[in-house]
């Protein structure tokens, strides 16, 4: 079989779905079934693939997508697991799917109870860093200085983006890992490895979106690397909250954080001194990152 | 048969475990924690036979028990006041989607301020969302009826809510025939209804749909609760073959040459029952099922007995309109040919009724002096 029929042959993901040109958050759920396999199972809170899912009986996804109320999703998802269970379905991986709204904000009370439970289920969140699917309000995951329908010009998103990860690290549940559509190997890899381990698993995914960032849907990629490169969103794996491992990617350069920011609309004209804060932000939590991993690799040794 | 000395929340968890229920999500509220606590002592001792989930929050009990009914599991969960409110957006999807859970909400004030009495404005401001509600006057009511309402909700596809006093039922201890678990068994059977998710397969479910689906939704829906009058019949025909005793959506004692009822529900529907001897010959309805409204029932009850005056006894208060329990009533009866005169004795904040206090309400009627809404501390 060629290889691009055997890919079409493990898509989990239909054609034809409603999601924008160059979405990826699409991407990102993706690769995420695929990489999963066709037993699995989602509970789905609101958010932009509440529509991507498509109207019943239509159906975007190759497996059952349970829809569920914006806080609701770690507590539904928990009930399924349960439920699941009841039924004798063990190998049934349940998928907990939110966008940063309802994982950040509104959905964290009901994450946060499954976590503390260690719950057997993976909590996916895809960030595209604000409220899309109503069209760019701010949210916690929004970075500073950014520019939404609430914090519209001459304004801007105050406040630093809400360290996700640190928060599911302090649950101290089996593994955390962050990931983004420009780098699917790695995206794919995670989300097996997650699979394979038992007990409440956190992935969260930065989905560039290119009607709310203002960016060319052909550079959905190209944003991607560049958060990456840039340093704005490492990529790193937690396990057990306390062993913190960076997934070291070639060429991070610090100087391209203004290149990353200035391709997008909702930065289009930050300044000198937003520029300035961001960069610390990123040099800071660079820094915080290089020592948990050391840290971390002094605890292994003492294994 | 076999008689127990227990409170009504022990008499709720008590039949939870005779039905065999596959999840229990808890969350503490007074007055109902004593449920979840017994619950969690039969856990401890391994007599449980469910996942017992302890949840973060009453908003997050009710969507564990979503979940995990979803996947076609039997689940329960109870809760009050505060509690209830919390899970408002839950509960409207639970109908919504269909799904045959059952959950116990103990009466209880809404603040502010605090307050821990049992005004029933908790469950009845949830009569919108399309679950049922089953009012219990005692603690082996309380038992029978959760019963009873796995049946009715699995039969029906649709929520229920079994209701009963904070304090009054909740605490109080009385003698409970507990069935055995084979008998209850026999009562109700295995789950009875589909799993939603089902592995494998391709399914959107909930997924978005425009308002014409709704609307038809929606109608599908009404026409199913609709079927629960006669549903709880049935249900309650075989309940008496097995434990010789039932209950209807209306219970009434209308004496000879009656022409004043009291109707009520709840804790007061009993100190009422108990006053009757006093107060001959005035009536009792008992309503017991509140959603679906038994309006038919009543009406005709009352049409058949020429009742001229109806007392109703409103342990709650939607403020700006009055009663609620009284105000459905009168909506109901609406079609009647021959209306009796409806006096609404407004007990909000879940206040005491005592002899004297229904002396004096049944002598304004009598005399004519009575407004058509009273307030049960201004009454005298």
């Known amino acids: 079989m060629k290889q691009e029929e055997k890919l079409l042959q493990e898509e989990m993901i239909c054609q034809g779905h409603s999601a924008c040109p160059g979405c990826g958050a699409a991407l990102a759920v993706r690769y995420l079934t695929r990489a999963i396999g066709p037993n699995l199972a989602i509970a789905l809170t609101a958010s932009c693939w509440s529509i991507i899912a498509a109207s019943p009986p239509l159906a975007t996804l190759k497996c059952p997508v349970l829809h569920c109320p914006f806080p609701s999703a770690g507590a539904v998802g928990s009930g399924l697991r349960h439920g699941l269970n009841a039924r004798g379905m063990y190998d049934t991986t349940v998928v907990i799917l939110a966008g940063d709204g309802g994982t950040f904000d509104i959905g964290l009370q009901a994450m946060s109870g499954a976590a503390q439970r260690n719950e057997d289920v993976i909590f996916v969140c895809y960030d595209n860093e604000a409220y899309m699917n109503t069209g760019m309000q701010t949210s916690s995951a929004t970075p500073f200085g950014a520019r939404t329908n609430t914090a519209p010009y001459p304004l801007f998103k105050v406040g630093q983006k809400k360290d996700i990860m640190q928060i599911m690290a302090s649950h101290g549940i089996p593994y955390a890992a962050t990931a983004t559509v420009a780098y699917p190997g790695d995206l794919e890899q995670k989300i097996r490895t997650a699979r394979d381990i038992r007990g409440f698993r956190f992935i969260h995914i930065l989905c560039p979106c290119p009607p709310g960032w203002g960016t060319e849907a052909a550079d959905t990629i190209l944003l991607s690397r560049l958060a990456v490169t840039s340093g704005a969103f490492p990529l790193y794996e937690v396990r057990d909250g306390c062993r913190w491992k960076l997934n070291r990617i070639e060429g991070i350069k610090k100087s391209l954080l203004k290149d990353y920011l200035i391709r997008q609309r909702r930065f289009k004209d930050i300044d000198r001194d937003r520029l300035r804060i961001l960069q610390e932000e990123v040099d800071r939590d660079w820094e915080f990152l290089i020592e948990k991993e050391r840290l971390s690799d002094r605890d292994d040794h003492q294994d | ?380």
Not at chain 2, 247 to 263: K, M, N, Q
């Open chain 2, 1 to 380: 048969m076999s008689y127990e000395f227990i409170s009504g929340s022990q008499a709720a968890a008590l039949a939870v475990q005779r039905v065999g229920v596959d999840l229990v999500a808890a969350y503490p509220i007074t007055p109902q924690t004593a449920i979840v606590e017994t619950l969690a002592s039969f856990d401890a001792l391994g007599s449980l036979g469910a996942d017992f989930v302890s949840v973060e929050s009453e908003y997050s009990a009710l969507a564990c028990c979503n979940g995990a009914a979803a996947a076609g599991a039997r689940v329960f969960t109870a809760t009050a006041s505060h509690g209830l409110a919390y899970m408002h957006e839950m509960i409207h999807w639970c109908s919504g989607a269909r799904l045959p859970i059952v959950m116990v909400n103990v009466n209880r004030c809404i603040g502010a301020p605090w307050c821990l009495d049992p005004d029933q404005g908790d469950s009845l401001s949830q009569r919108d969302t399309g679950w049922m509600q089953l009012y219990c006057s005692g603690a082996q009511e309380v038992f029978d009826t959760v019963l009873q309402a796995y049946r009715l909700s699995e039969e029906l596809l649709l929520p229920c809510m079994v209701v009963f006093d904070g304090f009054y039922i909740s605490h109080t201890y009385e003698a409970v025939d507990v069935p055995d678990p084979e008998k209850v068994r026999e009562f109700i059977g295995p789950p009875a209804f589909e799993a939603q998710v089902r592995a494998l397969t391709q399914l959107n479910i909930h997924g978005i749909v425009s308002g014409e689906q709704y609307h038809e939704l929606v109608r599908r829906r009404h026409l199913a609760m609709m079927q629960a009058f006669g549903e709880f019949e049935t249900i309650n025909e075989h309940f008496n073959d097995l434990f010789g005793r039932c209950y209807g959506v209306i219970d009434a004692y209308i004496p000879a040459g009656a022409d004043t009822v009291v109707l009520a529900a709840g804790a007061v529907a009993e100190t009422v029952n108990w006053l009757l001897p006093v107060i001959e010959p005035v009536g009792l309805i008992k309503l017991k099922m509140f959603r679906p409204f038994p309006a038919v029932e009543i009406c005709s009850l009352l049409e058949d007995n020429n009742i001229g005056k109806v007392i109703v006894i409103d342990r709650n208060c939607s403020v700006g309109a009055g009663g609620i329990f009284a105000r459905e009533l009168k909506a109901g009866l609406y079609n009647m040919k021959k209306k009796p005169e409806i006096y609404d004795l407004i007990l909000a904040g879940g206040i005491d009724l005592d002899e004297k206090l229904l002396a004096v309400m049944l002598e304004k009627v009598a005399t004519g002096k009575a407004d058509h809404l009273e307030w049960g501390r201004w009454i005298y």
